[in-house]
């Protein structure tokens, strides 16, 4: 059973910084991106960042160029989301997924889904 387990998120303040994890089990070879979404209370599922499994290659949303990093330990199958200079509006649950998709930024490219860590940054 392949799955995606995030982990890291927690109760905040504005300025702090948080690293998130998504730890994947199982065979994901043949879906060679990992992406981070977030999702708002009332908002849509937004795409954050993403990296590849092979190169590394990472890709970033405008709006987390700067404070967001994602990387990857192909060892231990696992992907980080380090986001530093927290925001209010940075609260979410965060999303980790994985697939093969033409648009990176797209949610329909990804086929496997954790279950989401919460992060509340108070203010």
């Known amino acids: 059973q392949v799955q995606l387990v995030e982990s890291g998120g927690g109760l905040v303040q504005a300025g702090d910084s948080l690293r998130l994890s998504c730890a994947a089990s199982?065979?994901?070879?043949?879906?060679?991106?990992i992406g981070w979404f977030r999702q708002a209370l009332g908002k849509e599922r937004e795409f954050v960042a993403a990296?590849?499994?092979?190169?590394?290659?990472?890709y970033y949303a405008d709006s987390a160029k700067g404070r967001f990093t994602i990387s990857r330990d192909n060892g231990k199958n696992t992907v980080a989301l380090q986001i530093n200079s927290l925001k209010p509006e940075d609260t979410a649950v965060y999303y980790c997924?994985?697939?093969?998709?033409?648009?990176?930024?797209?949610?329909?490219?990804?086929?496997?889904w954790g279950q989401g860590t919460q992060v509340t940054v108070s203010s």
């Open positions: 199982g065979r994901t070879f043949s879906r060679n991106i």
């Open positions: 990296i590849s499994w092979s190169g590394g290659t990472t």
């Open positions: 997924a994985a697939g093969s998709p033409i648009l990176v930024v797209s949610i329909r490219g990804y086929d496997l």
